[in-house]
């Protein structure tokens, strides 16, 4: 089994959660996370003193799939995450030794 | 002369009124700062409310607005508040209105004026010096400088130990000097004495909740109604010159303001549009009696700009004010009391004064600068010397260690957090209040 996680921009989170589902990924874990790659942070203005701010908003979601379909869920992931411009995020893929669905004390591939 | 119903019931809702605007600012300050600030910084405004009203009772009242001082303060006559049941108030002529009602309406002024302070040295006071602080302070520096800009005397007017400054002439309808340069003075001491914050100018330290800024604004701005008509300690055609002033200064600061950041920063910002608000009630707090509305627009509008330019002066100096206690209240109260020199017209309110602009000559801007000057620098050195006093003195201290201070100053000093979204911060509960009483669990207490 694999995790697949991504970190993309906010306002893309709902067309990822749609096209996972399409696919076929029925669970997912969703949460706010704030970072920063190549996009750097933005600027604001508060009674006139610019502050910094290095970390941006970010979405980071947790998917685990089995091992054959880990390419395609990145696949799914990256096109409906994508808008082309800089700060788009990244998607990576770690391997799982196991996972147990605490309802009923499946494993494997039986929890996902 | 007989009580007035009319002009009570306006007087005992202005100090409602004026009352609200203590939490409201505490709202305000406790938005701008940060998370773990936002305890300690409304906390700073209530206990505010404590003492004073306290004091008030017991000799504030006395010292400010007494018969039987000289102009420097009021004596002793009148503590305890005893004498004033069934009187009526008398400030420079009898006013038809219980003494207790306009007691209780001063008093407000009183609570919030060193409430103002607290922004200056938000996020880092110890608690405990900041109590010392605002009850010496209100004793020494508020009470009397209370009676020197607001007590027109006994029934005679001017008759019987007014004010120096009442005496002298100098217009102040509402605390421009007495409440608002007085604050900005200290504010700016305290911001000196306790020096900058950690990771001041290097950290981002942003404000953690804007809408609890607009809600503080918003709260502020419907009690200075009562701050600034209630003054007129009536329901008269002078209330509702006040009311009216406040209200259109108020709002053309706030285009002022956000003028301002719209050519220097790009964007107009919810946190100016706020101070701009603030910015103008504090500039036509001292002038709103006596101003043709016109005038009072042509105010809110410099004073908003000029506030809004005025905040850049501490990261030039150096000094951590906060909040900007400095840009918005010093600044704001010199300019509305400055702006009196120019402008003031006896058509207007036969009991003030005539400006340059009204054939007055350079007569009142002279009055109206010595004023200022003398409660700005009368309170700056008071809160200079209490402040470094407060901080040597062995086990009380005015700032929290540095370790305190990064963790946050909620809990160090109130053992509290702000906000708890997820509440799974893994606590258990003991009460010290009945010691090992059992809490009962949810389904005990639906049921």
């Known amino acids: 089994m694999k995790l697949v996680t991504a970190v993309v921009k906010p306002f893309r989170i709902e067309e990822v959660r749609a096209a996972l589902e399409t696919f076929g990924v029925h669970g997912m874990t969703v949460t706010e996370a704030s970072g920063y790659g190549r996009q750097k942070g933005h600027t604001e203005v508060y009674r006139g003193a610019e502050y910094t701010v290095d970390l941006v908003p970010k979405a980071r979601i947790e998917v685990l799939v089995d091992d054959i379909d880990a390419d395609d869920v990145v696949e799914v992931v990256v096109k409906s995450a994508q808008t082309g411009r800089i700060g788009d995020g990244k998607v990576w893929v770690t391997p799982v030794e196991t996972v147990v669905r605490v309802r009923t004390g499946e494993r494997g591939t039986d929890a996902l | ?447």
């Open chain 2, 1 to 447: 002369m007989e009580l007035n119903a009319g002009d009570t019931a306006w007087v005992l809702a202005s100090a409602a009124l004026v009352l609200l605007m203590t939490p409201g600012l505490a709202f305000f300050y406790g938005g701008m700062v940060r998370v773990k600030s936002v305890l300690n910084m409304l906390m700073m405004s209530f206990i505010t409310i404590g003492i004073v009203s306290v004091l008030w009772v017991l000799f504030g009242f006395s010292v400010a607005f007494g018969n039987t001082g000289n102009g420097f303060w009021g004596g002793l006559s009148d503590i305890g508040l005893g004498e004033a049941i069934n009187r009526l108030a008398v400030n420079g002529g009898e006013y038809p209105i219980p003494m207790l009602a306009f007691a209780m309406f001063q008093l407000m002024f009183a609570v919030i004026t060193p409430a103002l302070i607290s922004g200056a040295i938000a996020e880092r006071a110890r608690f405990l010096g900041w109590a010392v602080f605002v009850a010496v302070w209100v004793t020494i520096v508020y009470f009397p400088v209370a009676h020197w800009v607001f007590d027109f005397g006994g029934i005679d007017p001017l008759g019987q130990g007014p004010g120096w400054l009442a005496k002298l002439g100098v217009l102040d309808f509402a605390g421009g000097t007495a409440v608002h340069i007085n604050a900005g003075a200290a504010g700016l001491a305290l911001a000196i004495v306790l020096g900058r914050r950690i990771g001041w100018r290097r950290d981002p330290m942003r404000p953690h909740n804007l809408p609890l800024v607009m809600i503080g604004a918003a709260l502020l701005w419907f009690g200075w109604f009562g701050f600034n008509a209630g003054s007129a300690l009536g329901a008269t055609q002078l209330a509702a010159v006040a009311f009216t002033n406040t209200m259109v200064a108020t709002s053309a600061a706030v285009l002022g303001w956000l003028a301002v950041e719209r050519v220097r920063d790009g964007r107009p910002t919810s946190l100016g549009a706020a101070s701009g608000a603030v910015a103008g009630l504090v500039a036509i707090t001292p002038a709103c009696a006596f101003l043709a509305p016109w005038a009072a627009v042509l105010l809110g509008l410099v004073a908003g700009a000029v506030c809004a330019l005025a905040v850049g002066l501490k990261f030039r100096f150096g000094f951590d004010d906060s909040l900007d206690v400095v840009a918005v209240h010093l600044v704001g109260g010199i300019v509305g009391c400055l702006y009196l020199g120019f402008f003031a017209t006896t058509r207007v309110n036969e009991a003030g004064s005539d400006g340059l602009f009204y054939g007055g000559g350079l007569s009142l801007l002279g009055k109206q600068a010595t004023g200022a000057f003398s409660v700005f620098a009368y309170s700056f050195l008071i809160a200079l010397a209490l402040g470094t006093a407060i901080k040597a003195v062995p086990g009380l201290g005015f700032r929290v260690s540095e370790e305190d201070e990064v963790t946050g100053i909620d809990l160090a000093e109130h053992a509290e957090s702000g906000y708890d979204f997820l509440g799974s911060s893994g606590s258990s509960q003991h009460s010290s209040a009945a010691p090992g009483a059992r809490v009962p669990d949810h389904e005990e207490v639906s049921a």
